[in-house]
């Protein structure tokens, strides 16, 4: 979910499908809101399962505020700095009205970016944009209404799709590769392994993993996905 990771991930895709001339096809599962959204923008295709949640095409910026914490506790933190905007989203102070305006226009920047890439990729119905720029989130069906996504189906739908996008036989065979055997395996086990040898799921991804200390930082993501049952 973090800008240039995602406008990294879609630099590559775009210019893999450019460089070979292959087919690529997104099979959305739960979750492919924003940065997920936004990698998925090369594709030939677009498929979301039927209860897939996409949209948020949006940016945010979190920044913890620890000030009046700390200040409970009797504890401050001294910033000394080669100019005034230096320290700028600091959690250990509150954030002026001209550093507030400077950070809105980086989120402005960045999320004009992320909406002109749609635009560009997809076939948008007149009006959609607008509705698509306030950064909520939609159902498979709405997105496909809004032009987000071209189908509904299931993975193996997808893999159908690309099938007949790249012109191979239904009996074209799939090739996984996994990191791990598993017995009786199937498109939906698990796509690899975590540093430790347990394995890591396809579909439920634990988010709140990748932000374990909460970093200041420009996102595309919808922050609600991070909340910790």
Known sequence: ??????????????????????????????????????????????????????????????????????????VEVNSYTTGKNKDMGSPFRRITPEEQEMLQNLIDDMGKRFLNLVARHRQLPEGALDRIATARIFLADEAKALGLIDDIGYLDDALDLAKE??????????VVYRRTEFPEDNIYNTASTRQDGTPSALIHMNLPEIFPAWNAGFYY?????????
């Open 165 to 174: 996008l790249a012109g191979l036989p239904e009996n074209a065979r799939v």
């Open 1 to 74: 979910g973090t800008i240039t990771a995602s406008d990294l991930l879609y630099h590559e895709l775009l210019k893999f499908r450019e460089r070979t001339g292959v087919k690529l096809v997104v099979s959305m599962m739960d979750l492919a809101t924003s940065g997920g959204y936004y990698i998925s923008l090369p594709a030939d295709r677009i498929m979301a399962h039927p209860t897939t949640i996409t949209g948020s095409v949006g940016v945010v910026f979190l920044r913890p505020v620890v000030a009046e914490l700390l200040g409970k506790l009797g």
């Open 221 to 229: 993501l919808w922050p609600q996905a991070l909340t910790v049952e």
